[in-house]
């Protein structure tokens, strides 16, 4: 079935360093990829995302590139801030599952420190 | 304001005590589904909903059972909770129309713990 791997965290980063989250995903259609963001004690948030190949999402400074090739989404931001200490989920939906559901991967806690 | 709402937000039970988490969301929505979160696991789906009256089991519905009789409102109800069920519980739901990349939006979550 489909599924979705991500680094494991914690990542810690001091203020304005550049993050690399890596999410490779594999799946039997052509699906639509999502980062999601959860702050300390709230949900998940849409943080940006990409319905084909070579599609480049970006939000609040954050960016991924759909790469199809590479079966990847890995999140990027040049300067990280303290208030962007959260955790992150990649995470696809398939077309082709009736269900839309959302499939997840484990989640990367990053923490930035001042 | 748009919103996926949750209740309670945090819930501590006993074994075998039922209860009932409600969500409820004011966008008009016919799909809406149930996920749990637990540590090193991600979301998983418990049930869904694409509209009322129609549900379906996720990927790990042991356990639980949901009802749909409003558009609005997409109760989890668990009859007899044990302590495997101890997650971040979460409420989502989306538009109704199957367009690619469609965006889910989510509850604020429920924080259930069963002694």
């Known amino acids: 079935g489909d599924s979705v791997t991500q680094m494991e965290g914690p990542v810690t980063l001091s203020e304005e360093a550049f993050l690399t989250i890596n999410c490779t995903y594999t799946?039997?259609?052509?699906?639509?990829l999502f980062w999601y963001v959860q702050y300390p004690g709230e949900g998940l948030q849409l943080l940006l995302k990409a319905t084909k190949a070579d599609d480049k999402g970006s939000n609040k400074g954050f960016e991924a590139t759909y790469r199809k090739e590479t079966t990847s989404f890995h999140l990027e931001k040049g300067s990280v801030q303290v208030s962007d200490s959260a955790v992150y989920f990649c995470?696809?939906?398939?077309?082709?599952?009736?269900?839309?559901?959302?499939?997840f991967g484990s989640g990367t806690r990053l923490l930035v420190r001042p | 304001e748009a919103q996926v709402t949750q209740n309670p937000r945090y819930l501590i039970t006993v074994t075998g005590k039922k209860l009932t988490v409600t969500c409820s969301q004011n966008m008009n929505h016919e799909y809406m589904s149930w996920y749990r979160q637990d540590p090193g696991l991600g979301l998983r789906q418990i049930y869904y909903?694409?509209?009322?009256?129609?549900?379906d089991k996720g990927d790990v519905p042991e356990g639980y059972k949901v009802s749909r009789k409003e558009k609005r409102n997409f109760p989890l109800i668990l009859e007899s909770p044990s302590p495997n069920q101890t997650s971040l519980y979460f409420c989502a739901s989306r538009p109704p129309l199957p367009r690619r990349g469609e965006t889910q939006y989510f509850g604020p979550g429920t924080r259930l713990l069963v002694l």
């Open positions: 909903s694409m509209n009322v009256e129609v549900t």
């Open positions: 995470a696809l939906s398939d077309p082709g599952d009736s269900s839309y559901k959302l499939i």
């Open positions: 799946a039997t259609g052509y699906p639509s």
